[in-house]
């Protein structure tokens, strides 16, 4: 049984509207389903579903319908990243009917009072949610990033019911949110000497897989900067669906049942990872930025690149937030000269990579490694720059 406050009720009952009757009646759904006691308050909701090239026409009708019926926001809600850049999208070559698409959903977003920030790093951005805060977000990697680094709760929420917590201000207390289902089950031991992004993506990669539906917890990271620790998070959500992982001495929790199984993780298994996600030695475009960069990726990778040429193009995909930072530090200046592009608003999976004529990719991702091949129809290598080799 359910139990529902005055107010949830009188949404329930269409008391304020079509719209929040809508979205109340996906979250008592959900709350039934997964036996929530009651429903709690949440301080933001981050919402997928953003591409066109993911939701097509059914997805846009759907939002155009939503925002019709007066749906509005409570609580500050932004969005994953759009299936292109919203001011470069020309000069990138995306098609005109695609991108007349993609501008509808945002305006549809935008009506419902919802932040144009097309990430999937909106804690790169300011928005942190504090330790045991309570959120609805929806990019896997994101959550992941939300609960393993912040401390912050959320479950894994699709694009819909991201939105229809976002219209009540609540979600259903179920899964993540409850202490009982934040303790760890499986330990990784880490023998491997893990330093690159990429190696942080392939350790993830193979965690994700072998605990598939566990939360994981990591012992013998000694350090690791927010960047590796979004990589990590972003593989083990791509390989294992994982939303919460543990590591000793660096996240804000690190609770292992008394019964976790060990196991140990070596060279072997980091390099068996990169290979399997290997298709591709040369590439025509090199990616970086899933999740979406940072400042200090992107510094990094133009003090690499400065007074180059590139034989192949570069995405460094990011927010726009960032992108403007990276502006006014001189960097986008010295990408561009080198023949690179910074890309906000989108990324490399779900921009139409295959339609603008891309076949073969490289990315430092074990994420984008795995979608680019299985989603975009990309041949991918996954490395570092200084590994990659342009055709
Ligand atoms: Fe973000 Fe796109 Fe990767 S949404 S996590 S950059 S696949």
Same mark, same amino acid.
């Given at each position: 049984m359910v139990h529902l406050t005055k107010e949830e009720q009188k949404m329930l009952d269409g008391e304020y509207g079509e719209a929040p009757q809508q979205a109340m009646e996906i979250l008592y759904a959900l709350a039934k389903i997964? !036996? $929530?006691k009651n429903m709690i308050p949440i301080s933001s909701a981050q919402i997928a579903g953003v591409s066109y090239a993911t939701i097509g026409d059914a997805g846009l009708e759907y939002l155009k319908e939503y925002a019709k019926k007066g749906a509005k926001v409570r609580v500050p809600a932004f969005l994953n990243p759009a299936g292109m850049d919203l001011e470069q999208w020309k000069e990138m070559k995306v098609p005109e009917e695609f991108a007349k698409k993609q501008i509808e959903i945002m305006n549809a977003?935008? !009506?419902m009072g919802i932040r144009q920030t097309a990430t999937c790093t909106p804690y790169l951005i300011g928005i942190r949610p504090k330790k045991g805060e309570h959120v609805a977000w929806s990019e896997s990697s994101a959550v992941?990033? $939300?609960n393993s680094v912040l401390g912050a709760r959320t479950n894994r929420e699709g694009g819909p019911s991201a939105l229809a917590a976002a219209i009540c201000g609540i979600t259903p207390n179920y899964g993540l949110h409850l202490d009982e289902n934040r303790v760890c089950d499986i330990v990784f031991e880490v023998e491997a000497k893990i330093e690159k992004i990429s190696d942080f993506g392939a350790l993830g990669y193979y965690a994700g897989e072998v605990a598939k539906g566990k939360n994981p917890a990591f012992s013998g990271? %000694? %350090?690791a900067t927010e960047d590796q620790l979004k990589s990590l998070g972003a593989a083990m959500a791509a390989s294992g669906s994982v939303a919460l992982y543990n590591i000793k001495d660096i996240t804000p929790e690190y609770k292992i049942s008394d019964a976790a199984e060990k196991i140990t993780i070596t @060279?072997? @298994?980091l390099k068996e990872t990169k290979e399997k996600l290997r298709s591709a030695e040369k590439v025509e475009l090199m990616t970086f930025g899933c999740p979406h960069a940072s400042i200090h990726e992107i510094k990094n990778i133009a003090e690499k690149i400065k007074e180059k040429k590139l034989k192949c193009e570069l995405w460094i995909c990011t $927010?726009? @937030?960032?992108k403007k930072k990276a502006d006014e530090m001189g960097l986008t200046k010295i990408i561009e000269k080198a023949g690179g592009r910074i890309v906000a608003d989108t990324c490399m999976v779900?921009?139409?990579l295959h339609e603008m004529g891309y076949r073969k990719t490289s990315t430092n991702s074990a994420k984008s490694a795995k979608y680019l091949r299985d989603l975009c129809r990309q041949k991918v290598f996954l490395g570092e720059l200084e590994e990659?080799?342009?055709e």
């Amino acid at each position: 049984m359910v139990h529902l406050t005055k107010e949830e009720q009188k949404m329930l009952d269409g008391e304020y509207g079509e719209a929040p009757q809508q979205a109340m009646e996906i979250l008592y759904a959900l709350a039934k389903i997964y !036996n $929530a006691k009651n429903m709690i308050p949440i301080s933001s909701a981050q919402i997928a579903g953003v591409s066109y090239a993911t939701i097509g026409d059914a997805g846009l009708e759907y939002l155009k319908e939503y925002a019709k019926k007066g749906a509005k926001v409570r609580v500050p809600a932004f969005l994953n990243p759009a299936g292109m850049d919203l001011e470069q999208w020309k000069e990138m070559k995306v098609p005109e009917e695609f991108a007349k698409k993609q501008i509808e959903i945002m305006n549809a977003y935008i !009506n419902m009072g919802i932040r144009q920030t097309a990430t999937c790093t909106p804690y790169l951005i300011g928005i942190r949610p504090k330790k045991g805060e309570h959120v609805a977000w929806s990019e896997s990697s994101a959550v992941c990033f $939300a609960n393993s680094v912040l401390g912050a709760r959320t479950n894994r929420e699709g694009g819909p019911s991201a939105l229809a917590a976002a219209i009540c201000g609540i979600t259903p207390n179920y899964g993540l949110h409850l202490d009982e289902n934040r303790v760890c089950d499986i330990v990784f031991e880490v023998e491997a000497k893990i330093e690159k992004i990429s190696d942080f993506g392939a350790l993830g990669y193979y965690a994700g897989e072998v605990a598939k539906g566990k939360n994981p917890a990591f012992s013998g990271i %000694k %350090k690791a900067t927010e960047d590796q620790l979004k990589s990590l998070g972003a593989a083990m959500a791509a390989s294992g669906s994982v939303a919460l992982y543990n590591i000793k001495d660096i996240t804000p929790e690190y609770k292992i049942s008394d019964a976790a199984e060990k196991i140990t993780i070596t @060279e072997k @298994e980091l390099k068996e990872t990169k290979e399997k996600l290997r298709s591709a030695e040369k590439v025509e475009l090199m990616t970086f930025g899933c999740p979406h960069a940072s400042i200090h990726e992107i510094k990094n990778i133009a003090e690499k690149i400065k007074e180059k040429k590139l034989k192949c193009e570069l995405w460094i995909c990011t $927010a726009r @937030e960032t992108k403007k930072k990276a502006d006014e530090m001189g960097l986008t200046k010295i990408i561009e000269k080198a023949g690179g592009r910074i890309v906000a608003d989108t990324c490399m999976v779900v921009s139409p990579l295959h339609e603008m004529g891309y076949r073969k990719t490289s990315t430092n991702s074990a994420k984008s490694a795995k979608y680019l091949r299985d989603l975009c129809r990309q041949k991918v290598f996954l490395g570092e720059l200084e590994e990659m080799i342009c055709e």
